[in-house]
């Protein structure tokens, strides 16, 4: 036994205890609720000869079909919810395991069913409902009415399979049958309408292609000549397209031959780049610390010389030399520093512009620039122009007394 749950229909197959049921709306559920209270309605009716009916039942169904109509009601409101639906149609489920699987009623698709309702064409009411009461294992050691004592042993004898069963499984089969030859009739009045549909639909078609086909020979030579220039402006159009395809190839090969011919010099422009970067940070980095550095050290020599002069006191000539040397050493030490980072820096952005110049250069020969041997001349020379190192040339080392004596 399954059960199978879908956000639009309800589908729950009770096996041997009535077949599969499906159900596709809140409102097909209420009405199944109420044609399955009907059917055994017969057995809920006050009593007429004194004998009420059997609460037990009773209560069962009228049970079952109210949380049948509570659930109906979930459905309907939460039906643009389709996780509240799921929930929903999972507790229907439940619900017909409950009362149907466990036995708690009958349904009346069942055998069992199918039995009780013979039982009462022949015997009448009280009887068939004694035997629901006997099939469903319900006590009823008060009753001593003969109709219900006669109906407990029919479900008795039905229960051991000793006259019944054959008969209620035989209905129940009948049903069936008749039920598969209704469902073979309507698929058999189906296919022939759809036979009719299509033989209707192909002598449509036929006379369609019979009017497009006469149509086509008498637009035929207009077509030819509307065709034929056609033709000739697609070829006058394709030979413009191969000539600027062609152009356009040109331009590309020559482009890759020129970048074959440059890559090894924008590789090589590349490093320097980044070479000469790295080394101007680095003196950069270095000048900012000489200088604190020097500064501090001036400071602290100069805070060490004048701190023990007296208070009239100057200070001797031997101090003040060795102030203006370690002042002359400091600021001559921070311009080589400085120095030096200018001259990176200054080397960096000349290989950068060199690189961007042979880019620019290859760029505007793929876009089919013709330069003239004049144009690559020049372009070449600024290309390949001698390297500036950008060093001042009067930042050298002080001239030594040797050098003083011998200039004229």
């Known amino acids: 036994m399954d059960n199978l749950t879908s956000p639009k229909e309800f589908e729950f197959n009770l096996g041997t205890y009535g077949g599969v049921i499906k159900i596709s709306s809140p409102g097909e559920l209420k009405d199944w609720a109420e044609k399955e209270w009907n059917l055994w309605a017969w057995g809920f009716l006050p009593p007429t000869d004194g004998m009420p009916p059997i609460q037990i039942i009773v209560n069962s169904h009228k049970t079952f079909k109210t949380k049948l109509h509570e659930l109906a009601n979930q459905w309907a409101g939460g039906q643009n919810i389709p996780q509240r639906v799921e929930t929903t149609l999972i507790s229907l489920g439940q619900l017909f395991t409950e009362y149907y699987c466990n036995h708690n009623i009958i349904h009346s698709s069942s055998v069992e069913a199918a039995f009780l309702f013979g039982l009462r064409e022949k015997r009448g009411d009280k009887v068939a409902m004694g035997a629901y009461a006997s099939l469903l294992n319900i006590s009823l050691s008060s009753v001593n009415n003969t109709n219900i004592l006669d109906g407990l042993f029919e479900g008795f004898l039905y229960k051991r399979e000793v006259d019944w069963t054959g008969t209620a499984n035989s209905e129940v089969f009948n049903q069936l049958r008749k039920q598969y030859e209704s469902n073979l009739t309507q698929q058999a009045k189906v296919s022939k309408e759809i036979e009719t549909r299509n033989a209707n639909l192909n002598q449509a078609y036929e006379i369609t292609l019979k009017e497009r086909s006469d149509a086509l020979l008498k637009l035929e030579g207009d077509k030819k000549n509307t065709l034929d220039k056609l033709h000739a402006d ?175």
């Open 234 to 408: 697609q070829s006058s159009a394709f030979t413009d397209v191969i000539k600027k395809h062609e152009n356009n190839l040109k331009a590309i090969e020559l482009t890759y031959d020129q970048k074959l011919a440059l890559q090894k010099p924008v590789e090589y422009w590349q490093t320097k780049e980044r070479y000469h970067g790295r080394l101007s940070l680095r003196f950069g980095i270095a000048a900012l610390l000489t200088m604190l550095v020097l500064g501090s050290a001036l400071g602290f020599l100069i805070y060490n010389v004048l701190s023990h002069l007296g208070t009239n006191e100057n200070p001797k000539n031997w101090q003040i030399g060795i102030l203006l040397i370690a002042l002359f050493f400091s600021i001559w030490s921070m311009r080589i520093i400085v120095r030096l980072f200018l001259s990176h820096l200054h080397l960096a952005g000349d290989a950068s512009e060199r690189q961007t110049m042979i880019l620019t250069y290859l760029s505007m020969s793929r876009e089919g620039s013709n330069f003239t041997p004049d144009d690559k001349k020049l372009i070449l020379q600024h290309l390949f122009r001698s390297t500036s190192d950008g060093l001042v040339k009067d930042d050298a080392a002080p001239p030594t007394p040797l050098e003083m004596l011998t200039r004229k």
